[in-house]
Nanobody, 124 residues
Framework: QVQLVESGGGLVQAGGSLRLSCAASGSIFSINTMGWYRQAPGKQRELVATSSSGGITNYADYVKGRFTISRDNAKNTVYLQMNSLKPEDTGVYYC??????????????????WGQGTQVTVSS
């Protein structure tokens, strides 16, 4: 079983910064794409940024130039540096990862996992 645990959320004023972390743990064989999604009150969950195992990054238009996604493969951790935060960035941020895990009696299993989310609140 694989678990994703997010941290780093909190309260910040508009224009401030936060750094989110997501650590994957469990019977991991390899990790492919890792990314961040968010869900604002009354809205659907949306993509924020992703990072492939080869280092290719993808960002939503509304965060380009402000957010940076990075990862430490040795620690199975992905980060999201958020600068110039706006009130509309408020929401629950979720970590997502495509993981190849080891089965108890041999073989592997590829599955998409989600973290529990971390709250980010930006005040005006």
């Amino acid at each position: 079983q694989v678990q994703l645990v997010e941290s780093g959320g909190g309260l910040v004023q508009a224009g401030g910064s936060l750094r989110l972390s997501c650590a994957a743990s469990g019977s991991i064989f390899s990790i492919n794409t890792m990314g961040w999604y968010r869900q604002a009150p009354g809205k659907q969950r949306e993509l924020v940024a992703t990072s492939s195992s080869g280092g290719i990054t993808n960002y939503a238009d509304y965060v380009k130039g402000r957010f940076t996604i990075s990862r430490d493969n040795a620690k199975n951790t992905v980060y999201l540096q958020m600068n110039s935060l706006k009130p509309e960035d408020t929401g629950v941020y979720y970590c997502n990862s495509a993981v190849v895990s080891k089965r108890p009696f041999g073989g592997t299993d590829r599955r998409n996992y989600w973290g529990q989310g971390t709250q980010v609140t930006v005040s005006s």
